[in-house]
């Protein structure tokens, strides 16, 4: 064995008893060397190859193809990381980052893949909750998931984006900030699938029988309202429940809460393509409502559970390319490789067959016609000969159906070939990472924008590498000088000097994730905490509890045992668990610095007052029970703390809407 390779091998290895070192034959060594195909070639892998700048990505760029199919098969099959009438549909919330089984209240991106079960076939909507993407091109996928999935060394961290890769990625591919920007933000984090909007995130066309189109911008506005969770609170529910989420959904429906979104567009003509400063096909851009408002086109309702999890949820196949007559794409160099790598990750998903659309929960209610044929699985029995176009022997059928006859899908008339170099460059117009991460860090309350920086601090700081941090607080000082101050701070870092370039003062709504009162108290989880010891603290806790849960609202009755009425114990309970929690009269016992029990963990009925505080809900407590809030350290002055020497009307009603508030920011500190 060579000596320098024996040194390189001891240096990984050390001296294990037992390392022969043949597995060191097939390591790959990547250090100075230049970015090659598989079969050895030397290749730009990092922008996709169009026609012109902003051009349509080009069917024959092997890079592109080759790269997003060699991620579309790493892995087992499991999911890559990825109006006027009723019609039926399918809604499926996923992650990004976590992979099966990970827990809910990570932060992350979080999918928002929606299909439409229409008369002229399928059309899905495979979007997110927040809408802007890491990457403008869809070359770059493989890359951003490589960099943000664990260490391929020790699968470590799972569901989680602080580690040095990830933020390597986002440091050199400032395109990212944006969307980093949102998942660090109260976005990341939701209360629930149901108090989160949806988007489409790319630039889509709507087409009209004669041909005219408009661009549009999909939108899914939460009627439930818009709520998260803060990190701390995220975390501790992760312990507590790691399916929170789903599990949220699930019972929401089943209790026949069934949760819905308004649906609108943002219309622009087809000129509007740069009228506002930036490019409508870059897709780490949003379009600022003030400058096209949305327009509402329907509601979705969700209004039936699923009954089998594998066969309905885990099998579907979602695709950007699976449209209908009247819809269109956009040349966003994004969507056009989602068009490819869709349908090739649902082969790899469906073990190589092509039949994945012929599972119930894929198939389309129009009936199918085309001269595909054969494969794994296959579930019909063509009765047509003549499986060819053109044919005599089937009478010319299937027949072709286009804009004028068959009510057929058509591109529309306004995407016209272009005189223009193919090319592997990122448009001019792409260029600008900086000005829209701003708009959106300036439209937060301040509040808000402490928890962008707080997650920042949290994440950096589990990041090793001192030039990485140093290259993200460079990055940050593009948008906000302030920011990368208080953010370099926390690391021990010194923040450059001001770089002012993309600095501005102009804000936009609706981006934030506390967006003011919900519109109900439906759903919400009240903890009302009594003892079985005192027949009036249960006896309130019994009259708390059917005024909560008239207005549509989860109450739950926690005590020492489940009897009188109690539905939760204290050894159950905790304050991730509830949106408020109420402290009856009687309960002094419980919150007595020397009150221990085996009932329940050392300080529990403590405990969840004081983190239902600190995790900025709505506190209330009637009679003695204001001692039992101060006993465990909450204050009983401020927003958001509800007192009464006794129950009470107006006391309910103030609680409601201390619910409704859902977090008091108040409490939280600010630099």
């Known amino acids: ?360 929960i894929n198939r389309p209610r129009t009936p199918v016609h085309n001269n595909n044929r054969d494969g794994a699985g296959q579930q019909m029995i063509p009765l047509n000969l003549a499986p060819y176009s053109n044919n005599s022997l089937n009478d010319g059928s299937p027949k072709l159906a286009n804009q004028t006859q068959g009510e057929g899908f058509f591109t529309a008339p306004v995407r016209r070939q272009v005189d223009a170099q193919y090319v592997r460059e990122v448009s001019p117009t792409f260029l600008d990472f900086w000005s829209q991460p701003r708009l959106f860090y300036n439209s937060l309350q301040p509040a808000e924008q402490q928890q962008l920086v707080n997650a920042a601090r949290f994440e950096l700081s589990n990041v090793q590498s001192q030039s990485v941090q140093q290259n993200v607080i460079g990055q940050f000082n593009k948008v906000d000088h302030d920011l990368a101050v208080r953010v370099a701070s926390a690391l021990g870092l010194q923040a450059p000097a001001p770089d002012p370039q993309f600095y501005h003062n102009n804000k936009t709504s609706g981006v934030g994730a506390f967006r003011g009162p919900l519109p109900s108290i439906a759903t919400l989880n009240v903890g009302i905490l009594a003892s079985t010891a005192s027949k009036s603290s249960l006896s309130q806790a019994q009259n708390f509890a059917t005024f909560f849960t008239s207005k549509g609202a989860n109450a739950y009755i926690v005590a020492e045992t489940l009897t009188s009425g109690a539905n939760k114990t204290y050894i159950n309970s905790d304050a991730t668990g509830f949106d408020g929690v109420i402290v009856t009269c009687g309960t002094a016992n419980l919150f007595s610095a020397n009150s221990t029990s085996t009932l329940w963990p050392a300080g529990r009925p403590a405990q969840i007052v004081r983190d239902a505080f600190n995790y900025g809900k709505a506190v209330g407590a009637i009679g003695s029970g204001i001692n039992s809030l101060s006993e465990a350290g909450v204050a009983t002055t401020g927003p958001g703390v509800f007192l009464s020497v006794k129950p009470s009307g107006n006391f309910t009603a103030s609680f409601e809407q201390g619910l409704k508030q859902f977090k008091f920011l108040g409490r939280f500190p600010l630099d």
């Open 1 to 360: 064995m060579d000596a320098g390779i024996e040194l390189e091998r001891r240096q990984v290895h050390g001296d294990a008893e037992g390392d022969d070192g043949f597995l060191d034959q097939f390591t790959v060594n990547d250090t100075d060397s230049f970015t090659t195909t598989d079969f050895g070639t030397p290749v730009d892998d990092r922008t996709s190859l169009k026609a012109g700048e902003r051009g349509p990505t080009l069917l024959e760029d092997f890079v592109l193809r080759t790269k997003i199919t060699r991620f579309d098969h790493e892995r087992i099959p499991e999911r890559a990381g990825q109006a006027g009438k009723q019609t039926p549909i399918f809604l499926r919330f996923s992650t990004v980052a976590g992979s099966r089984g990970s827990v809910d209240t990570a932060r992350d991106v979080h999918g928002f893949a929606l299909r439409f079960y229409t008369d002229a076939g399928n059309y899905d909507i495979v979007g997110n909750n927040i809408p802007v993407f890491f990457i403008q091109d869809a070359i770059q996928f493989p890359d951003l998931i490589h960099a943000v999935k664990p260490r391929p060394d020790n699968e470590i961290p799972q569901a989680a984006t602080a580690h040095d890769t990830a933020w390597d990625f986002f440091s050199q591919n400032p395109s990212s900030l944006h969307t980093l920007f949102w998942a660090l933000s109260g976005h990341g984090i939701p209360r629930s699938f149901r108090f989160m909007d949806g988007f489409g995130v790319h630039t889509f066309r709507f087409v009209n029988a004669d041909g005219d189109s408009k661009l549009v911008k999909f939108h899914f506005t939460s009627q439930q309202g818009s709520a998260s969770l803060i990190w701390p609170e995220a975390q501790a529910t992760a312990g507590q429940n790691g399916d929170f989420h789903r599990s949220d959904l699930f019972a929401a429906i089943e209790s026949g809460n069934f949760p819905a979104w308004e649906m609108g567009v943002q219309i622009m003509d087809e000129s509007d393509v740069l009228k506002f400063g930036f490019d409508l096909l870059d897709p780490t851009k949003i379009v600022p409502v003030e400058d096209v408002p949305i327009t509402p086109i329907g509601r979705i309702v969700l209004n039936q559970n699923t009954r089998n999890y594998f066969a309905e949820t885990e099998q579907a196949m979602f695709c950007p390319g699976h449209v209908v007559r009247g819809i269109d794409f956009s040349d966003d160099p994004l969507l056009q490789g989602r068009l490819f790598s869709y349908v090739d990750t649902q082969l790899n998903r469906n073990l190589g067959s092509p039949n994945f659309e012929q599972i119930p």
